[in-house]
C-alpha cells in the first residue's frame, strides 16, 4: 500500500492545468456563441418589425373621381371662406352638463 501512497504524491500537475485551459477556452467558446445569438436575435428582431411596420402600415388612399362629362350646376350653396382665416369654428350651441346615472349596485359572487 505504501508504494500507492508515494505514487500518488508524485502526480504532476500538468493535467490539472490542461483541464483548466481547456475549461477557459469552453468558456471563452461560450462566450464567443453567445454575444453572435444576441447578435443575431437583435437583427431577427429589427427585421421582422421593419416587415410588419411596412405590411400593417396605413398607407393614404388615392381618390381618384372621373371628372363629369358636362358641367352641372349645383343646387347646393358653396362655402364661402371665413373672415377668421380658415381656424376652427364656435359651436352652434353652448355644452349642456349631463347628470351622472346612478351607478349600479355590485353583486358579487351571486349565483
Known sequence: MRANATASAYVSTAPAAAAQDT???GLALVSRVNRW???????VAGGVTAVTAHAFHPHKA????AAPASPVASSQPSAAPSDNGGG????SQAPQSVAPAAPAPVVSGGS
Request: net charge positive; charged share 20%.
Open 88 to 91: 376652427l369654428q364656435p359651436p
Open 23 to 25: 475549461r477557459e477556452r
Open 37 to 43: 445569438m444576441v447578435a443575431g436575435a437583435v437583427v
Open 62 to 65: 388615392v381618390v381618384r373621381t
